[in-house]
């Protein structure tokens, strides 16, 4: 496995880890790193509980994306290879579907996003 891959991979692995993990702190929102590439979003799917402050920690590994959640009022423009935070609190109970907003490539419809929202 050279290098760069190796890379990708440890920034997957962290960034899944992260969502499943959220902010322990507990002194604020919770943090979740969400990382954006060609054609897809990674984790792909988070849960969180009604009424919780989740501040979003958006990363893209090649060009710009966004992240459009229209239910939630989420609407976050990624840089190309660059990070951007959105926060939300979630006042309904249910399953929102986001996607890339910002055109990406051949890929780019499949990039979707759920936010799961619980009791």
Known sequence: MNCCRTMVVLTI??????AMLGDKAGSG????????GRWEF???????KKGEQVTLIMHTRDVA????VKR??????IPKQST???????????SFEGRCGHFC???????RFVIRVAE
């Open 84 to 94: 951007a935070e959105i926060s939300f609190k979630a006042d309904a109970v249910g």
């Open 65 to 68: 994306h966004s992240l459009v």
């Open 105 to 111: 490539g051949a890929g780019h419809e499949s990039m």
């Open 42 to 48: 990674v984790p792909s799917e988070i849960t969180v």
């Open 13 to 18: 692995l962290l960034a899944s880890s992260a």
């Open 29 to 36: 929102p919770r943090r979740v790193d969400v990382v954006a």
């Open 72 to 77: 939630l009022n989420i609407s976050a423009e």
